[in-house]
């Protein structure tokens, strides 16, 4: 079973769309991250929710607007994507000690 | 800025022993020493952490010298299967606080 799971796993589209990623754990974990992870393979956090609430927002644009409808979700809706947003978001959880990364959804802004 | 500095790149001859240094001369006393590796273009994945004990697992030892200012990864018999970029972090344990990464050692296991 996977513990962190994300949709979709590749992701293309064009500039100005909007667009989604999802994430979930069967972990029972209380808190859920997004990451992103650019060209040059720089990880940087961008979110942080705990039990759906947001905890941690590292200034990003607020084209980004995570969504947590539940403690095993953690979504992000990406408005009005633009050429930088081109990267690849890994999702995450934690109880406690260490996080669980999800497989990553790589998004590519044409 | 990561809180850790790690040397960019590592070469290890299958099954002998990797070692991997970190520094962390900035530590804070409540602050974990978390070790964690990104396999091509995987999610990171946990490897090992600590306080201020040395510490064991199925996958690697972790050495934090008594001044908790640094720490070694020790992978005892490196396989080709475990190169990849490993990054140190300092953090705390609540939800409040957060990762972050440096640039990490990209290890290199030759056959």
């Known amino acids: 079973d996977t513990a962190v799971s994300q949709t979709p796993k590749y992701l293309v589209t064009q500039m100005g769309n909007d667009k989604s990623i999802k994430c979930e754990q069967n972990?029972?974990?209380?808190?859920m991250y997004w990451y992103k992870q650019d060209s040059k393979k720089f990880l940087k956090i961008m979110f942080s929710?705990?039990?759906?609430?947001?905890?941690i927002n590292e200034t990003v644009p607020n084209r980004f607007s995570p969504k947590s409808p539940d403690k095993a979700h953690l979504n992000l809706h990406i408005n009005s994507l633009e050429l930088g947003d081109s990267a690849v978001y890994f999702c995450?959880?934690?109880?406690?000690?260490?996080?669980?990364f999800g497989p990553g959804t790589r998004l590519t802004v044409l | 800025d990561a809180k850790t500095t790690q040397p960019p790149s590592m070469d290890c001859a299958e099954g002998r022993a990797a070692n991997l240094p970190c520094n962390h001369s900035?530590?804070?006393?409540?602050?974990?020493v978390y070790w964690y590796r990104q396999i091509h273009s995987q999610g990171p994945q946990y490897i090992i952490h600590?306080?201020?004990n040395n510490e064991t697992n199925e996958m690697a030892s972790l050495i934090i010298t008594e001044d908790r200012k640094s720490s070694t990864l020790i992978l005892p018999h490196a396989t080709l299967r475990d190169t990849a970029v490993y990054y140190c972090?300092?953090?705390?344990?609540?939800?409040?606080?957060?990762?972050?990464f440096g640039t990490g050692t990209r290890l290199k296991v030759l056959a």
């Open positions: 995450a959880s934690s109880q406690g000690q260490g996080q669980f």
């Open positions: 972990l029972g974990h209380d808190t």
């Open positions: 929710y705990n039990n759906k609430e947001l905890i």
């Open positions: 900035t530590i804070s006393g409540n602050e974990y």
């Open positions: 600590g306080l201020k």
């Open positions: 972090i300092v953090s705390g344990t609540s939800g409040t606080y957060k990762y972050i």
